[in-house]
């Protein structure tokens, strides 16, 4: 199996257009200690042929251009993108589909919820039902979104997309809205969580053994963004556990024996951005790496 | 006034992700011949400080951080761009509103039913109303999007958005739904017209004696994607004139004096996208620019 975070930054990317946090100032600023980073998107193969998209990030069309295995091999019109996953209906993730238009087929798999949140929006009808059948997967039953790539969804603790909050919305609670995606190939496994409010203990069992954990790195504490001044949500009314702390994932996933532990989804306020910083160096002490764009695993 | 074309080119882009045409092709392979170029944007200031963004496309992001005047400049959270005018509601004019969220005020403008095409999509709520303000424009009434810049929008013939097409769409209505925008300051016009299917006697009268005009270049020829053997559609059904031909922009605007020509909303399979080609040295030669990323203009 090969991975490659296309995407390794939460929703805004680094830098975000309209931010000037000190890691967002050094980014703009082509300081070389915080790398730009895209947002959150990741593709999966059995070969390095035939790929997974697992979620469509708004930078996808710039993503897929730094990204030779994704470019369109042969004939006039041609994608190694077969199929795409959704983990949730977050713009984030959800945006790049619009980007994927032109009358290429495709499969787009995501659970009911999150394909009814989209399909309500009908601005997605771009995605001509002749091109790309939308395809319902329930939870915890393994699907082949790709052959040879086997594919688990499970519920996380997590919350409705910003854009459907209503009032104040309940965080927490493990339904079909926020899942992570267990993937297998080869008698290999990678677990993909990118939003998770909880480390649970349902959780732990699942991603006991992964050879590969990419996990939320959203926010380093879960006032990250307070402490920075640009906003008053905590991680956890944002649906992220944050890095460190009691309860926090480093500490919560200590005991589970995982292959490789990799921080994604990560905020522009998260200090880890700052290569050899404090937190940079904290996280990296516990057995974590911190994803940049373009990281390639294979497995 | 100045104006930098953000993104040149038509949906898709070039390259296109999907696509392997010839133009595509060289573009994938870094070719100089053609240049990459993100999709349809503009932004316009009348003092350099404060911007005008006409249509917000999927490449919104990469086209912020590709040029230094629309960076944020001053405190945690700010943006250049104080107002955003949409002349059409095609993916590659409104797919970049996602992008710009993030609680940044500022203004939307377009006709009514271009806002209603867009609010009628609940994702675009992640532009918060308390943040956001929808602001219709009627059509020949000038406006002050940003202060310093008049700006007047007009019906020209086009069609619906490909999104909200039902069976054979009507093409050549000259409504709310596609418009041209004539843009002054400082005793300056520009005009803006990324999307026209048929250049009328109105047209002309209204763009005799601008400075600057952008104008629709998606294709050379009515039938360039059916040449290329990607598409089975023309440039009208798609809603835009050809740049040659009888009736073609170059012939119907040759008599109407206009300071300065310049095609913008370029399709991948247009052969002027190929510098030095026998088409693009044929629109030169009739006094039109092929308009490339980032191309600014001071007038």
């Given at each position: 199996?090969?991975?490659?975070i296309?995407g390794s930054a939460?929703?805004?990317?680094?830098?975000?257009?309209?931010?000037?946090?000190?890691?967002?100032?050094?980014?703009?600023?082509?300081?070389?200690?915080?790398?730009?980073r895209t947002?959150s998107?990741?593709?999966?193969?059995?070969?390095?042929?035939?790929?997974?998209?697992?979620?469509?990030?708004?930078?996808?069309?710039?993503?897929?251009?730094?990204?030779?295995?994704?470019?369109?091999?042969?004939?006039?019109?041609?994608?190694?993108?077969?199929?795409?996953?959704?983990?949730?209906?977050?713009?984030?993730?959800?945006?790049?589909?619009?980007?994927?238009?032109?009358?290429?087929?495709?499969?787009?798999?995501?659970?009911?919820?999150?394909?009814?949140?989209?399909?309500?929006?009908?601005?997605?009808?771009?995605?001509?039902?002749?091109?790309?059948?939308?395809?319902?997967?329930?939870?915890?039953?393994?699907?082949?979104?790709?052959?040879?790539?086997?594919?688990?969804?499970?519920?996380?603790?997590?919350?409705?997309?910003?854009?459907?909050?209503?009032?104040?919305?309940?965080?927490?609670?493990?339904?079909?809205?926020?899942?992570?995606?267990?993937?297998?190939?080869?008698?290999?496994?990678?677990?993909?969580?990118?939003?998770?409010?909880?480390?649970?203990?349902?959780?732990?069992?699942?991603?006991?053994?992964?050879?590969?954990?990419?996990?939320?790195?959203?926010?380093?504490?879960?006032?990250?963004?307070?402490?920075?001044?640009?906003?008053?949500?905590?991680?956890?009314?944002?649906?992220?556990?944050?890095?460190?702390?009691?309860?926090?994932?480093?500490?919560?996933?200590?005991?589970?024996?995982?292959?490789?532990?990799?921080?994604v989804h990560i905020?522009?306020?998260?200090?880890?951005?700052?290569?050899?910083?404090?937190?940079?160096?904290?996280?990296?002490?516990?057995?974590?790496?911190v994803a940049h764009d373009?990281l390639?695993?294979?497995?």
């Amino acid at each position: 199996m090969q991975a490659i975070i296309l995407g390794s930054a939460a929703g805004g990317g680094v830098p975000q257009w309209n931010c000037r946090c000190p890691h967002c100032t050094m980014a703009w600023a082509g300081d070389a200690r915080v790398k730009p980073r895209t947002q959150s998107s990741l593709a999966v193969s059995p070969d390095g042929e035939t790929w997974l998209l697992v979620n469509a990030s708004p930078d996808i069309r710039q993503q897929l251009f730094a990204t030779p295995a994704l470019h369109p091999a042969r004939g006039l019109r041609h994608s190694p993108i077969a199929a795409v996953l959704l983990t949730n209906g977050d713009v984030d993730h959800v945006a790049g589909l619009l980007t994927l238009r032109e009358s290429q087929p495709f499969r787009l798999h995501a659970t009911r919820n999150i394909l009814d949140s989209v399909s309500a929006n009908r601005v997605f009808d771009v995605l001509a039902p002749e091109h790309v059948a939308r395809r319902e997967v329930a939870l915890d039953e393994s699907f082949a979104p790709v052959p040879g790539l086997a594919v688990t969804l499970f519920a996380v603790p997590g919350k409705v997309p910003l854009w459907l909050e209503e009032g104040t919305p309940e965080i927490g609670q493990e339904t079909e809205t926020t899942v992570g995606a267990l993937i297998e190939a080869g008698g290999k496994r990678l677990a993909y969580v990118p939003g998770c409010a909880r480390v649970t203990d349902d959780l732990r069992r699942r991603l006991s053994g992964v050879d590969v954990l990419l996990f939320d790195g959203t926010v380093y504490l879960d006032d990250d963004m307070i402490r920075a001044g640009v906003g008053t949500k905590t991680g956890w009314r944002m649906g992220h556990v944050p890095m460190t702390g009691e309860g926090g994932a480093i500490a919560a996933l200590a005991e589970v024996p995982i292959g490789r532990r990799i921080f994604v989804h990560i905020n522009n306020t998260n200090p880890v951005l700052v290569e050899e910083s404090e937190a940079r160096r904290a996280v990296e002490a516990e057995g974590w790496t911190v994803a940049h764009d373009g990281l390639t695993l294979t497995l």
